[in-house]
């Protein structure tokens, strides 16, 4: 009899061991297959960051603020101002927002951004190119990247006050962050676009390349002039903002002997515009234009009532 129990038992306890092993052995397999699982979506995840940029290489371009640490693209790769103007002589504050030219009579509604003709230029946020024309005396071959404004407003400095030079400023004096938002962001002087009117653009993309066009032609200090609105339009300083609010620019105590050495030898050059830069190149702003129809539709609009009055009176 007890044999016969202890045989029962011992089966039992074959059985369960048995059992026990061939749950150990499936779920040692769900967690292989579960850890394939994960790692194939990594490296979905991965590829997808790799190829779905355009093989952008944010290192190179972005740049971190000590102070907020916000990860901010730069209209070009380490900008710098020019530390030198327009004529060649040391001048760093030439290159700033503000009242900044002949010794505050005169504003600057950009930051000029030191760059050899033909840099890179890149799209600091994504956004839409709205206007785009060649200003022969003025910004040369330009345009606008329309932003969304809350984007724009993520990458502002927390702590930027001007300091530098008593003259910049860091608003115009229409600014009002509860009614306007900030949403141009504007390139000139170029020489060379990878865009157009309409197109849609990536933070990142490279949109053009850098020049002397307009009246940065003749210059000492080649440099993209970049500048930050809250309005199409503006004159002077009014409804443009201080790049340096949004981007950190290396002023002229920040950069390294290098770095001055070669604003230095492009010094010693005068970069000309290239000829037939503006060829193929609307040479008025798109929204100038509509201003000018709109107003010509009014003007007809106001003339033909004034014949139906003239009917009206002869009546
Ligand atoms: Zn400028």
Redesign the pocket.
């Given at each position: 009899m007890d044999n016969e129990k202890k045989n029962v038992n011992r089966v039992l306890n074959e059985k369960k061991e048995n059992l026990e092993n061939k749950n150990s052995k499936s779920r040692k397999k769900i967690g292989i297959i579960l850890g394939i699982t994960a790692l194939l979506i990594l490296g979905i995840i991965i590829l997808g960051m790799i190829f779905g940029r355009k093989n952008i290489n944010f290192r190179n371009i972005a740049t971190e603020d000590e102070d907020d640490k916000i990860f901010r693209i730069n209209p070009v790769k380490n900008p710098q101002v020019t530390y030198y103007n327009f004529r060649g002589e040391v001048y760093p504050d030439w290159a700033k927002f503000g009242l900044t030219r002949s010794n505050g009579a005169r504003g600057?509604q950009?930051i000029?951004i030191f760059a050899l003709p033909g840099t890179d230029v890149y799209a600091v946020l994504d956004g839409k190119i709205v206007d785009m024309y060649v200003d022969k005396t003025g910004y040369g071959l330009n345009f606008y990247l329309e932003v969304n404004p809350k984007e724009l407003e993520k990458i502002k400095r927390k702590n930027y006050k001007p300091k530098e030079s008593a003259r910049e400023w860091a608003y115009s004096p229409n600014y009002d962050p509860n009614t306007m938002q900030v949403k141009y962001i504007r390139y000139c002087h170029l020489s060379e676009v990878n865009v157009k009117i309409g197109d849609t653009v990536k933070a990142g993309q490279v949109i053009a390349k850098t020049g002397t066009t307009g009246n940065a032609s003749g210059t000492h200090a080649p440099h993209l002039?970049f500048e930050i609105a809250f309005e199409m339009r503006g004159k002077g300083l009014t409804n443009r903002v201080d790049p340096e609010m949004y981007f950190k620019i290396k002023n002229g105590n920040q950069m390294s002997r290098h770095e001055i050495k070669i604003q230095t030898e492009a010094a010693r050059t005068e970069w000309f515009e290239p000829k037939g830069y503006d060829i193929g190149f609307r040479n008025k702003s798109i929204f100038l234009e509509k201003k000018d129809d709109l107003h010509k539709k009014e003007k007809i609009i106001n003339n033909s009532k004034k014949m139906n009055l003239k009917k009206v009176g002869k009546k």
């Open positions: 600057h950009g000029d002039h």
